[in-house]
């Protein structure tokens, strides 16, 4: 099973409220584990030690924003993500 | 039980990592730094800083240096083997997408920015058609874009000379400023951090312009060397 992780995009109005809170509710009632980060953005520019560590894994499921961008994100912070990555993008979705 | 997503959204929204395992147990680390937003809990930080930097597509980039030629605030850098990378995020002025449009291969990003490309979204054909026709454009201006706007400035210089006036730039500033935060371009709690008297003056702008050009101009040489 991939490693789920959450970004809440905590520092910008980006992706709509409601669409993380359905992200967040859903997760939350999928009986599953996960880790929530407050912004993938602001833990790359300080290099977060948590973003190699979810580099690290096998199998990971990141949901955030367009793929390209956290790709980039972790690859800048010298930590890049496996192709295998499954990458949500939460900016093209509509609440529902 | 499951865990609640109003107390996890609300650590997340506090600067907190949170680890939520099978059971809906949440274990909560901050992470040093605060969103401007919420309050830092004691002996923390506050950071107004937004994460605002670029995010190079190595996919995409060809190493050409436009960004760091480009870059007044010296965000990027090479680094041992030649290869540009941003070196230096806080410089980065929170909202600028300049150096994005400079790209030729569209290949910087600002993951927070509003619209695309520039956000990350992928590339269309219409994107790359209208980066080549910005090189397109350099070269009818005669190869050189830098010279000819050294060219224009100095006409334009001669021109404006007479009626250069310090406070009537300001109030055009704060205009320009005012304008683009009623467009939702610059949010207002950026727009209260900037010190009007303080910008740089076109000298100082020109003199940044040329360093940066410098620093490219360097780096292609270098680079050239090696191979």
Same mark, same amino acid.
């Given at each position: ?47 977060? #030690? ?47 | ?39 830092? #809990? ?74 695309? #490309? ?110």
């Amino acid at each position: 099973m991939p490693r789920t992780i959450y970004c809440r995009c905590a520092y910008a109005q980006i992706i709509p409220g409601p669409v993380k809170d359905a992200h967040l509710k859903n997760l939350c009632e999928s009986g599953e584990a996960f880790d929530a980060v407050p912004d993938l953005c602001e833990m790359a520019a300080n290099r977060h #030690p948590k973003l190699k560590e979810i580099a690290q894994e096998e199998e990971v499921r990141i949901v955030a924003c367009h793929p390209r961008a956290v790709k980039g994100l972790f690859t800048q912070a010298g930590c890049p993500l496996p192709a295998t990555a499954d990458i949500i993008n939460m900016r093209e979705q509509t609440a529902p | 039980m499951p865990a609640s997503p109003t107390a996890i959204a609300a650590l997340l929204e506090s600067g907190n990592v949170v680890n939520v395992d099978a059971d809906g147990a949440c274990h909560a680390e901050h992470t040093g730094n605060t969103p401007p937003n919420a309050e830092a #809990p004691a002996g923390a930080p506050k950071r107004s800083w937004k994460p605002w930097f670029p995010v190079i597509d190595y996919d995409r980039c060809t190493n050409c240096m436009q960004c760091l030629s480009f870059c007044l605030f010296g965000v990027y850098g090479v680094d041992d083997n030649g290869h540009i990378q941003v070196q230096n995020n806080d410089a980065c002025k929170t909202n600028c997408p300049a150096c994005s449009r400079v790209c030729p291969e569209v290949a910087i990003m600002f993951p927070k920015y509003s619209s695309g #490309p520039i956000n990350g979204e992928p590339v269309s054909e219409s994107d790359l058609q209208r980066e080549k026709m910005k090189v397109d454009i350099s070269s009818l201006l005669g190869g050189d874009i830098y010279s000819t706007l050294r060219d224009r400035s100095a006409k334009a210089k001669s021109r404006f000379s007479t009626e250069r006036s310090a406070d009537k730039a300001l109030t055009e500033r704060q205009r320009c400023l005012d304008k683009l935060q009623k467009e939702g371009m610059i949010p207002a709690e950026v727009l209260a951090e900037i010190d009007l008297s303080n910008l740089p003056s076109p000298e100082e702008i020109q003199r940044r312009a040329a360093e940066a050009a410098a620093k490219g101009q360097a780096a292609l040489d270098a680079n050239q060397q090696r191979s």
